[in-house]
């Protein structure tokens, strides 16, 4: 069993940058590709960004070049800096462990003037 924390949600205004951390405890952090999740109010939930045990990572589209996930191992923690915000990114996002199912409980980030 591995739990999940994100925290680093806020409020921010369109063009700002805020950046969340996800802490993990259980498992074997260093084995597990990771990702961040987005849910939008009446939406379902959409895969942001994930990375591979190795450090890789792939974003979806509408957050490459903005957003830049990143991990520590020897911390158990995965990042995700997120630049240049804009109010469609406003949304509950949460951190998963994939192919495992494990999931945080989300943080708030809401984008607005």
């Known amino acids: 069993q591995v739990q999940l924390m994100e925290s680093g949600g806020g409020l921010v205004q369109p063009g700002g940058s805020l950046g969340l951390s996800c802490t993990a405890s259980?498992?074997?952090?260093?084995?597990?590709?990771l990702a961040w999740y987005r849910q939008r109010t009446g939406k379902r939930r959409t895969v942001v960004a994930r990375i591979a045990p190795g450090g890789d990572s792939e974003y979806e589209d509408s957050v490459e070049g903005r957003f830049t996930i990143s991990r520590d191992n020897d911390k158990n923690m995965m990042y995700l800096q997120m630049n240049n915000l804009t109010p469609e990114d406003t949304a509950v996002y949460f951190c998963?462990?994939?192919?495992?199912?494990?999931w945080g409980q989300g943080t708030q980030v809401t984008v607005s003037a």
């Open positions: 998963k462990v994939e192919f495992y199912g494990f």
């Open positions: 259980g498992g074997d952090f260093k084995l597990y590709t």
